[in-house]
């Protein structure tokens, strides 16, 4: 016990000793984190009561091994509660305390906060799967979304939407003109698109919507507003001296993530081929299948 004292007394981590239940029974002054004041309390909290309810089955899971004296050396990473919300992130680890004639009456739970490194890990998440100009999700998000549909066969549409004449616009007025034109474009999709729509920049001037629950002709009828919207606002932005407009390829989803996208980008190139601001569907996602057009309103 006088090692467990000095080093719950100078040690950053919290560091408990429980009863047989699972009960407080000595706690380090780093407990504060947790808004709790270990000289305080007559009666310390339940180990389970210091995690938030998603973890408290498997913190109580490794108090009984531990109890049963079968502690383990393995980390888990659980979210504490903090005023009935998910606190900070930590690691916890329990192991089986025996007292002076071996048996084990207690636990002794060791709690690191690794709430900076969580910070870390969901920014590098997100800057991989985010595209850094517009925020959107990437290619690789997409392909992996695409990719869980296929797996999971849901009816759903995708569409690809390519900003026409991009880098003729691009190139007459600048770099910088052309990325506010990304992102404004992208806003529209966010703006104009259902809140279970997935939008990606997939590469370029292109974009992916994946429209879970509709068939392609209601995505399209859904993609209309979208493109005469675009159409109408270059217009009124660039007063009629340059064309701003989107087409859009669309296709059911089925079989593969490769096959739906050959098959819209197949529809996309039909709609660029037939005078662009304008929408192609094909009739199937899988296997090719007749085109249908859906001229701009």
Not at 133 to 160: G, K, Q
Request: a negative charge.
């Amino acid at each position: 016990m006088a090692a467990y004292g000095l080093l719950a007394n100078r040690s950053t981590d919290i560091i408990l000793k429980t009863d047989g239940r699972g009960f407080v029974l000595a706690a380090s002054p780093a407990l504060e984190a947790l808004g709790l004041a270990p000289g305080a309390m007559l009666i310390g909290p339940h180990v389970r009561d210091l995690v938030h309810p998603a973890w408290r089955a498997l913190i109580e899971e490794e108090l009984s091994h531990a109890l049963a004296g079968e502690g383990s050396e393995d980390w888990l990473e659980i979210r504490t509660a903090h005023e009935g919300r998910q606190g900070p992130w930590f690691e916890f680890q329990v192991r089986p305390m025996p007292d002076q004639s071996g048996q084990i009456d207690g636990a002794l739970v060791v709690m690191r906060c690794i709430a900076r490194r969580k910070s870390l890990e969901e920014r590098l998440f997100a800057a991989e799967y985010t595209d850094p100009l517009t925020r959107l999700t990437n290619r690789i998000a997409f392909v992996a979304m695409l990719d869980h549909l296929v797996a999971r066969p849901h009816r759903a549409a995708l569409a690809l939407f390519d900003i026409d004449h991009f880098m003729r616009l691009n190139m007459r007025f600048g770099q910088n003109a052309g990325d506010d034109l990304l992102v404004a474009f992208a806003g529209l999709l966010r703006a104009m698109t259902r809140s279970d729509d997935i939008i990606s920049r997939v590469g370029g001037e292109r974009f992916g919507v994946i429209m879970p629950g509709l068939l392609p002709e209601e995505a399209a009828a859904a993609c209309m507003p979208i493109v005469d919207t675009f159409a109408e606002a270059g217009r009124a932005t660039l007063g009629g001296t340059c064309a701003v407009s989107t087409s859009v390829g669309i296709a059911g989803i089925a079989l593969s993530a490769d096959n739906t996208v050959r098959q819209a980008e197949l529809a996309l190139f039909l709609a660029k081929a037939k005078g662009r601001s304008r929408i192609e569907t094909s009739a199937r996602g899988a296997g090719g299948g007749a085109m249908r057009s859906l001229p701009p309103g």
